[in-house]
Structures are given as structure tokens and as C-alpha cells.
T-cell receptor
């Protein structure tokens, strides 16, 4: 049973729409991460958070934004979706840091048409 | 520099063959952790193993085994008697003690043909 949940699993949306990808975890982990990944390709860190009200941009520039109002919830928002945003988005969390390994959600596959 | 290199982009073998996935890392930290993750076609990343820099013992788990060699900065992964269900993309990752983030390799796509 998954302890980190991402919804929706698949999303097809038109250009210009605003979307929010949800990520929630029930493990009480402080550290959460968003990755963008084209199928089978490298993972690119786009956002991370080390606790409530703490968010940082990752290595890959992204037009998305995130918020961390509650420990368990780390949503990612695209204000105006574009075809270049078509990708898989993976959410992960860890308690003590990367040394403990990450737990990943099942991902959201986004297609912008 | 901190880096993970998985030089094999794609490997294709016939079922029941043994296969080794290579991982070479770079870090100046003396304490660090190494990981392997599996990503099946469903897309989720599944944790396989964690190894810290002070433990060079090889590990075996069923058909899976890992060879950690600090002298060559390598952490290779071997699947014995491969099965079609092993088909996936496998990622090696490094966590230096000074960092809360994982440094990922580019992944190796493993195709097991029946």
C-alpha cells in the first residue's frame, strides 16, 4: 500500500489551462521533492521542500510553482500549461534526508495538447 | 564534482541470461550513500538497495546482487537468471552526506526478451 499518493495518474489538458498536481504522504516526512521525467529518461529535480513554508527551486528551471502549507501535502501548479510541459511528474519524500532513500509516488503523466 | 555515470543506455538480453548494470560515481565526501531504483513501465520508482560508504560488503537478495568497490568508485548491479519481469529502467543514485538530495544517473534501460 502506497504511503505517498499522487493524483491524477493521467491528465490530458488544453494549452493555457491552469492545473494542480497533487501529492500527499502519510509518513510525516519533512522533506519532499518534485521531479520531471520524460519516459525512461533522466530525473530532473524541479522543486523541493524541507518543511512547512519552505520551498526551493531545483536544478531544472520550471515554470511551475509549489506550496507547502501542511507537512503531508506538496502540490505543484502550472498557471498556464503548454505542450512543452508534457512529461511525467514524480513526487517523493524522505524523513531524514537523501541518505534514507526516497519513497516515490506513482507519478502523474501530463499531456498538454 | 559529484556525479553518477551509468554508461549503458540500453541493454538487451535473452531470458535466463545474467546481466550486470554498471554504476560509477564521483564524490569528495568520505561519507555517502548509494542507491539503486527500478522503474518498471508503470512509471513508479521502486527502491531496491541502499549501501553506505563504510560497508563494502557485497549484497545478495534472491537473483539480485550488488558489488560495491570504493577503489574503482563503482556500485554495480547484477541480475542472475534474468526474467521478463526484470525489464525496466534502473537508476543508480548517490547521496553525499553533505546533501539532502539524491544525485541520479541517467538510467539504464534493461530489456529481457522471452
Amino acid at each position: 500500500e502506497a504511503d505517498i499518493y499522487q493524483t491524477p495518474r493521467y491528465l490530458v489538458i488544453g494549452t493555457g489551462k491552469k492545473i494542480t498536481l497533487e501529492c500527499s504522504q502519510t509518513m510525516g516526512h519533512d522533506k519532499m521533492y518534485w521531479y520531471q521525467q520524460d519516459p525512461g529518461m533522466e530525473l530532473h529535480l524541479i522543486h523541493y521542500s524541507y518543511g512547512v513554508n519552505s520551498t526551493e527551486k531545483g536544478d531544472l528551471s520550471s515554470e511551475s510553482t509549489v506550496s507547502r502549507i501542511r507537512t503531508e501535502h506538496f502540490p505543484l501548479t502550472l498557471e498556464s500549461a503548454r505542450p512543452s510541459h508534457t512529461s511525467q511528474y514524480l513526487c517523493a519524500s524522505t524523513r531524514g534526508g537523501a541518505r534514507d532513500g526516497y519513497t516515490f509516488g506513482s507519478g502523474t503523466r501530463l499531456t498538454v495538447v | 564534482a559529484q556525479k553518477v555515470t551509468q554508461a549503458q543506455t540500453e541493454i538487451s538480453v535473452v531470458e535466463k541470461e545474467d546481466v550486470t548494470l554498471d554504476c560509477v560515481y564521483e564524490t569528495r565526501d568520505t561519507t555517502y550513500y548509494l542507491f539503486w531504483y527500478k522503474q518498471p513501465p508503470s512509471g513508479e520508482l521502486v527502491f531496491l538497495i541502499r549501501r553506505n560508504s563504510f560497508d563494502e560488503q557485497n549484497e545478495i537478495s534472491g537473483r539480485y546482487s550488488w558489488n560495491f568497490q570504493k577503489s574503482t568508485s563503482s556500485f554495480n548491479f547484477t541480475i542472475t537468471a534474468s526474467q521478463v519481469v526484470d525489464s525496466a529502467v534502473y537508476f543508480c543514485a548517490l547521496s553525499p552526506d553533505s546533501n539532502y538530495q539524491l544525485i541520479w544517473g541517467a538510467g539504464t534501460k534493461l530489456i529481457i526478451k522471452p
